[in-house]
């Protein structure tokens, strides 16, 4: 079946905008991840969803950023008033449960924050 | 604090040579192991392990889990510049997050 999906892949800004960055994660799996990479570095756990609840924000850098999910389907990453430091990739995965079962990653999103 | 070390950290080889990574571990409830393969963007799942002294085997890939010493091996065999990629390992994790990753290993294969 269809993976995990994401857009845009790539997303060019001007610091100060608000960017919004979609997921939508394999059909059935109850839970969703965001995570980030700045270039050269490892991936950076940001928030999870277990259906459409996230237990713990306290993952997200800053007050700048939102997530939620609907329908215990797509999830938005939202970043405002972005920031250079904001730059990275933003990858988004799905699990049928939550811990044990695999994750399966998006393509992910590259922001790019001018 | 849960934990994920893996070595080395860059490994260049030639096609064909036969390379092994490390991962070690530090976790405070054990449940399952994983394998990714990042090229470009997305990491990729390769395995899961959770089960000490099973092989788990994927072509020219297979992988291996030691739950007394606290570690796991991927070894690629015949490797080819396909191969080149970073290699992550990954555990979920006691605390907050789902899964903590390690740094990976970038591996170059040249010609």
């Known amino acids: 079946g269809a993976g995990v999906s994401q857009s845009p892949s790539n997303k060019v800004t001007e610091k100060g905008k608000d960017v919004e960055l979609r997921c939508d994660p394999i059909?059935?799996?109850?839970?969703l991840y965001w995570y980030r990479q700045r270039l050269g570095q490892g991936l950076e756990f940001l928030i999870y969803?277990?259906?459409?609840?996230?237990?713990?924000k306290s993952g997200l850098p800053s007050d700048r950023f939102s997530a939620e999910r609907t329908g215990e389907s797509v999830s938005t990453l939202t970043i405002q008033r972005t920031q250079q430091e904001d730059s990275a990739v933003y990858l988004c995965a799905s699990s049928l449960g939550i811990i044990t079962d695999t994750q399966y990653f998006g393509p992910g999103t590259r922001l790019t924050v001018l | 604090e849960d934990k994920v070390v893996q070595s080395p950290l860059s490994l260049v080889v030639h096609e064909g040579d036969t390379v092994t990574l490390n991962c070690s571990y530090e976790?405070?409830?054990?449940?399952?192991l994983l394998w990714y393969k990042q090229e470009k963007k997305a990491p990729t799942f390769l395995f899961m392990l959770?089960?000490?002294?099973i092989e788990k085997k994927s072509g020219r890939l297979s992988s291996i889990l030691d739950k007394k010493e606290l570690f796991s091996i991927l070894n690629i065999t015949a490797t080819q510049t396909g191969d080149s990629a970073i290699y992550l390992c990954?555990?979920?994790?006691?605390?907050?997050?789902?899964?903590?990753f390690g740094k990976g290993t970038r591996l170059s294969v040249i010609a």
């Open positions: 969803f277990q259906g459409n609840s996230a237990p713990d």
């Open positions: 059909s059935g799996h109850t839970a």
């Open positions: 990954a555990l979920p994790n006691s605390g907050n997050t789902p899964l903590v």
């Open positions: 976790v405070t409830n054990f449940r399952s």
């Open positions: 959770t089960s000490s002294g």
